[in-house]
């Protein structure tokens, strides 16, 4: 069965740096774009990127310039590298399949 299993959020400072992984098993990982979401408490869920079978990637403006997706294909795992981290960035962070699948979240937490 498709299984997506985030990891890397934890609590960091205003103006630091966490990646977020996301380990996916159950389908053929390089046959599917990928997204990462998320949610801060009292608001919808967002889109924050996305990257293509080709590797082609889009992101929100509100991290653009900060956040990079990325993917390793031969190790069914996607990656979403956070630079400068604000507190408007706190939320539980979503790996996503396409437009069905999702993972259990990761909490990201910015404050100092």
């Known amino acids: 069965q498709v299984q997506l299993v985030e990891s890397g959020g934890g609590l960091v400072q205003p103006g630091g740096s966490l990646r977020l992984s996301c380990a996916a098993s159950g389908f053929a990982f390089g046959s599917y774009g990928m997204s990462w979401y998320r949610q801060a408490p009292g608001k919808d869920r967002e889109l924050v990127a996305t990257i293509s079978v080709g590797g082609g990637t889009n992101y929100a403006r509100s991290v653009k310039g900060r956040f990079t997706i990325s993917r390793i294909n031969a190790q069914n795992t996607v990656y979403l590298q956070m630079n400068s981290l604000q507190p408007e960035d706190t939320a539980v962070y979503y790996c996503?399949?396409?437009?069905?699948?999702w993972g259990q979240g990761t909490q990201v937490t910015v404050s100092s």
């Open positions: 996503r399949r396409s437009l069905d699948y």
